[in-house]
């Protein structure tokens, strides 16, 4: 599918729809707003002759209708909230590391306090309309959070939600499949592992009893087996509601869970757009201009093809590299043996409190590659600036490379 972008602002399209008397739910314009005025979010605060008033954006009107209110008008006390700690906070940061003392009789905001606070109610927005995005497009149970207290950060612009493998044409990640075990109560002795070689990667209590390295088989979509079979687990998706988070320490987008994660448990899957080695390598090198990237070799069994997950991607998209990981790296076969195109799935590799913020290792076999190739062994003319790791882990490598 191709996205294009809209170059209107919402306030020329929330303009145009009141002068036409169209409803847009996306921007806000519903036939109650339509007719009504709803707070959207508090711009400012001033005090005149001993009263204090706010400035109010009204929902699904521009920014050229916004009206100075009384307080005892407003009926929105979490707004209210969301206005005072704001201000507070940008007051904590203070100046050259100083915090300001925050005066509890305010006449006026300085223009920057109320720029600050209008940004941060416009990136609040904006983050709730991407976690509900997101909801909206998973294909599993789990709850997907959002969440920004660092800096001023909104949505990723280029970055578009995917459940599963996206091939480039003339790649197919559906084949090989045309039967499935006959199996009435799995695992049996012919179940899909065993017809390939393997043992079953799971335990009773449907946790992983395999050592990394070895293939995950489950059961596949001929298999006699129903959905709650103990082989389907990874094709599930994630079991645990998951928050993207803002790190504080310069690394950009993480993941934490909200859920405690016993060790050996599924967490999820790292998908993204599946391309060839050739065209991974020509996005390395666009990629390392830019500092980062998110090329993933499946070299299970060859190095013909990569997931590329920069623009299309589920929640794995965020996950930050750690030199000592609480996730561990699997290749899965379930409705595809083709051996050059695995799933990859990760696994807690101990007990993750909830709160805790998930990692894997990017140099693990198989795992992602932030330079498109191994440094080692290439000719200096190929060999990648080298990024510096912050993982902050006792036995940091202290490069991701």
Known sequence: AWYVPCLASLETLQELCRKENLTCKSIGITNRSLKSY?????????????????LVKWKGWPESSNTWE???HLNCPLLIQNFLRDKNQYLSRGREGKAMKVRKHVKTLKPAIADYIVKKAK?????????????????????????????????????????????????????????GCECADCPAEKCCPKEAGFILAYNKRKKLKIQPGLPIYECNSYCRCGPDCPNRIVQKGTPYSLCIFRTNNGRGWGVKTLQKIKTNSFVMEY???????????????????????????????????????????NVSHFVNHSCDPNLQVFNVFIDNLDLRLP????????????????TFDYQMKGSIDLTSDSAEGLSPSKKRIRTVCKCGAVCCRGYLN
Not at 43 to 52: L, R
Not at 126 to 146: F, G, P, S, T
Not at 284 to 294: A, E
Request: charged share 30%.
């Open 38 to 54: 709803e707070v959207e979010y508090l711009c400012d605060y001033k005090v005149e002759e001993g009263k204090g008033y706010y």
């Open 70 to 72: 009384p307080r005892k």
């Open 123 to 179: 990136q609040r927005i904006a983050l709730q309309r991407w976690k509900e995005e997101l909801n909206r497009k998973k294909n599993h149970k789990a709850m997907i959070l959002v969440e920004n207290t660092v800096d001023l950060e909104g949505p990723p612009l280029d970055f578009y939600y995917i459940n599963e493998y996206k091939p480039a044409p003339g790649i197919n990640v559906l084949n090989g499949i045309t039967t």
């Open 271 to 313: 998908v993204g757009e599946v391309i060839t080695s050739e065209e991974a390598e020509r996005r390395g090198q666009l990629y390392d201009n830019q500092g980062n990237t998110y090329l993933f070799d499946l070299d299970y069994d060859s190095d013909e093809f990569t997931v590329d997950a920069a623009r299309y991607g």
């Open 343 to 358: 799933r990859i799935a990760l696994f807690s590799t101990r007990t993750i409190k909830a709160g805790e913020e998930l």
